[in-house]
């Protein structure tokens, strides 16, 4: 009950947070309240979210992920490359997505199996991932690759852009398998107590090799978004990713030391961010003050969490 | 300034182990004079009412028995009295003073010091370190003088009789061994009230006299020691004088020699305990249901093992600490990896490498360390519960929270968790309920053979009487049980049939009707 009552308190406060910053955009700026603008954010937050969305996941069980943004990068070079050469867009998609799981799935095979520490893993795979990125790129951006697809996540005639649906689908499934299926409840109790969990019979290393390969995936479903809007692969692009999706995590009250985090706290917590940034960017603030409030944020969204929770 | 800080520490220490020496033929003289007094003492925690209206006096030189079931608000006492929790209402006087101690650093600087009943040692360092940490020895330089560290330490770890040295590393050391680091930890400060929350709980025999002669000691020079324990016979060893808590509220304080061992368990638990055998006159059944043979470890902390488990028996599995007891049916759990050596079920040949084979063949472990091992301290007691088997609330792959609520509740009620919300954090419970809740979750998994590995440790006598007549009754149903525990009695008023273990192998077997604790220690010595 208590417990229940601190989380919804805290829902609530950033919730209310979100809110407030919205009230101040609007006053400051007449471009910021409008539904096209409102859109615009949340097609902006819709990579963001994705990459998130796994991160939560992976917060969750007590780790991290700091490769998100090397395997985004990495599944949309291959995806671009394969339609280059004439592949399918669907085909090319779903194999990303495939190489996504599969690069997430070894960062949690060396977590899980090896039993090394997830921080060092995925620092280790961010450079790797990168590299072989740059190798079989040449370092060089692939462009032009398909129009029919550049065109198709693009498709503004329809009144919801297609990146808000796909990333809303990912964390609404996220939400319920956290919330309804065993899935969801084992990863909670893997982050709060490992040993514990294992010895309700439960095989702990398999959920991490699945989370970490979830995790994965979410970054190639990002890295499908990213290719669409950009309509080119860059062997640099998703650099910093896991920056932002830690933040949008630990602003929703995930917790680093496991065991806590929602997936609703991370869609405002993404929200948050990109609000700050579409709004700062609207009164035409600089791009240096923006980077310096996103970190003043999560500096206070962690200060609430310490004393909220005391 | 470096060097003052050095002298402090070696007058302070020394003047610990002077104390300690003093010749044991002193005359022992119990004043009357109270040094600390606590009055109307409430504390809550939300809903909870943990303490309502107390009141203890310690008198200068006793040895204070605080007895109580688990969440009689003992541990809550002893955290307002050592600064660790504030009291919403009442007074502390020490020696006539009134006090308010915001930090434990300012109840230590007042001579109150507190054994925590959980290990609270950082294991990475040595023990040195431990003992010392945040009261530091100084060099010339401001550096860490270590060998000084170690060499006090050392000194106090022999006057304990510990059998270790102050250079290992803690986390080397068996739990038995760290509680003895902690007692020495707290002997290191000159105080002159000594709370001992526990400190038996993990001990062998042998270190149990050891601490006992040093309490006495302590007492013979004066000063006031604080004595929680759920073992009758301790208390009734050493104390002068107990107080009783029930449900929060003060009973009673009588002096030791004024009362027996039922009516004492009577103030605890408000009502009469029958009586304290759980044997059952049905013969055994003879199918043996599960077979271990030849079982060695790959640590080698066990060694050819076989043994046979009928259905519906109570196997006790009895011996010192580190005899391999815990390793053994781990191994067996599937939570330890083995080297070789087989295991039937039925007659059938099993191969368990994790838990959730043992747990597919029916075979379910309560583990040693219910912290550690037992229970997630920041999920719901029905969470925690529903864990060992979530397959059972699920419809077309979905979670059935109603569902959930309305069996775990049926679990944890017939266990009598208090408090009754099972929405409730686990870690938030008393010791005694945590360890039902770790209980619940293995009925859950509906085992057909239950291993328990110290089932009652640390919890209170009503509790245990509960846990074992409900062992009791769970082999009267035909399930089949491993019983460990390190307390000889337990073993002996449950077993059916005992083995005993000494240093990994299998010394000694014995009928649980007809041993005694001096036939079970033959083995457990090596036979």
Do not use: W
Not at chain 1, 10 to 37: D, Q
Not at chain 2, 130 to 151: A, D, P, Q, S, V
Request: hydrophobic fraction near 45%; aromatic fraction near 6%; charge should be neutral.
């Amino acid at each position: 009950m208590k417990k229940l009552n601190v989380n919804l308190s805290r829902k609530f406060g950033i919730i209310a947070s979100l809110l407030a910053l919205m009230l101040v955009f609007t006053l400051l700026t007449n471009k910021f309240l409008s539904v096209s603008n409102f859109l615009n954010i949340l097609q902006q937050a819709a990579i963001n979210l994705c990459v998130a969305v796994g991160m939560t996941f992976v917060i969750i069980t007590g780790g991290i992920d700091l490769s998100v943004g090397s395997v985004m990068a990495l599944s949309g070079m291959i995806m671009a490359q394969m339609m280059d050469g004439g592949m399918n867009p669907l085909a090319s998609a779903i194999a990303g997505l495939a190489v996504g799981v599969l690069l997430g799935a070894l960062n949690g095979v060396m977590i899980a199996k090896m039993r090394l520490q997830p921080f060092l893993v995925t620092l280790g795979t961010m450079s790797a991932y990168r590299g072989i990125n740059l190798i079989i790129s040449n370092g060089l951006p692939v462009r032009g690759f398909s129009s029919a697809y550049v065109n198709f996540m693009n498709s503004l005639n329809s009144f919801v852009p297609l990146p808000i649906i796909l990333s809303l689908i990912l964390a609404v499934a996220a939400m319920i398998v956290l919330k309804y299926f065993k899935f969801g409840q084992y990863l909670f109790a893997l982050g709060g107590n490992e040993e514990a969990t294992r010895l309700s019979g439960i095989n702990t290393a398999k959920m991490k090799i699945m989370t970490y390969a979830f995790s994965g995936f979410c970054s190639a479903l990002a890295s499908v978004i990213f290719l669409g809007r950009l309509g080119a692969a860059d062997p640099q692009a998703g650099d910093g990713y896991e920056m932002n999706a830690i933040a949008a995590a630990a602003i929703g009250g995930a917790s680093l030391a496991g065991g806590k985090g929602s997936i609703v706290g991370t869609i405002i917590g993404c929200l948050i961010l990109q609000t700050l940034n579409n709004g700062l960017t609207l009164l035409n603030v600089q791009s240096f003050y923006q980077t310096f409030a996103i970190g003043v944020i999560v500096l206070i969204a962690t200060m609430i969490d310490r004393y909220s929770s005391k | 300034m470096a060097g003052g800080a050095d002298c402090k520490a070696v007058s302070r220490t020394g003047c610990a182990s002077g104390l300690l020496y003093k010749s044991a033929g002193e005359k022992m003289n119990l004043s009357d004079e109270n040094i600390l007094r606590m009055e109307h003492i409430s504390k809550s925690f939300g809903a909870v009412q943990a303490l309502d209206d107390v009141h203890f006096e310690l008198r200068k030189g006793e040895i204070h028995a605080l007895v109580g079931e688990n969440g009689a608000g003992k541990s809550t006492f002893l955290n307002i009295m050592s600064g660790n929790y504030r009291q919403d209402s009442g007074a502390i006087y020490l020696n006539g003073e009134v006090m308010q101690f915001k930090t434990p650093l300012a109840a230590k600087e007042k001579g109150i010091v507190k054994v925590h009943q959980e290990l609270q040692l950082i294991p990475e360092i040595t023990v040195a370190q431990n003992m010392f940490l945040g009261n530091e020895i100084k060099g010339r330089f401001g550096t860490i003088n270590f060998k000084e560290m170690e060499k006090k330490s050392n000194e106090m770890l022999k006057m304990l009789h510990a059998g270790f040295d102050s250079n290992v590393i803690t986390k080397t050391l068996s739990t038995a061994q760290q509680q003895m680091v902690e007692i020495a930890k707290a002997l290191l400060n000159d105080f002159s009230v000594l709370a001992l929350d526990e400190p038996t709980a993990s001990l062998t025999n042998k270190e149990i006299d050891e601490l006992f002669k040093i309490v006495k000691q302590l007492q013979r020079q004066g000063k006031s020691i604080i004595y929680i324990s759920h073992r009758m016979d301790e208390i009734f060893e050493i104390c002068d004088r107990v107080t009783v808590f029930r449900d929060g509220k003060y009973i009673d304080t009588v002096n030791v020699s004024e009362v027996d061992r039922p009516a004492l368990v009577k103030m605890m638990v408000g009502r009469d305990i029958g009586n304290e055998n759980y044997h059952t006159d049905k013969p055994a059944d003879k199918d043996v249901i599960l077979e271990v043979r030849n079982l060695t470890g790959s640590n080698h902390r066990f060694e050819n093992i076989s043994f046979g488990l009928k259905k519906g028996e109570i196997l006790g599995l009895a011996g010192l600490v580190g005899a391999g007891r815990t390793e053994l049916v781990r191994a067996v759990f599937g939570a330890d990896a083995v080297k070789s050596g087989e295991i039937f079920l039925r007659g059938k040949k099993i191969t368990i490498t994790c838990p959730r084979d043992a747990m597919d063949n029916g075979i379910m472990l309560i583990p040693e360390d219910r912290k550690l091992q037992g229970f997630v301290a920041g999920l719901t007691n029905t969470a925690n519960v529903a864990l060992s088997n979530l397959d059972k609330y699920r419809k077309n792959g979905i979670l059935d929270f109603s569902c959930m609520d309305r069996l775990v509740k049926d679990i944890t009620d017939r266990l009598n968790v208090q408090p009754k919300d099972n929405r409730l954090r686990t870690g938030q419970l008393s010791g005694g309920n945590q360890q039902k809740i770790v209980v619940a979750k293995a009925l859950n998994a509906e085992p057909e053979i239950l291993i328990l590995d110290e089932p009652t440790r640390g919890i209170d006598v009503n509790a245990k009487h509960e846990i074992y007549e409900l062992i009791r009754r769970l082999a009267d149903s035909g399930k089949s049980i491993i019983l460990i525990s390190s307390e000889l009695p337990e073993v002996l008023k449950l077993s059916d049939r005992i083995l005993v273990m000494y240093e990994g192998k299998m010394t000694g077997e014995l009928d649980g009707r007809e041993a005694t604790e001096n036939d079970v220690m033959q083995y457990a010595v090596g036979g």
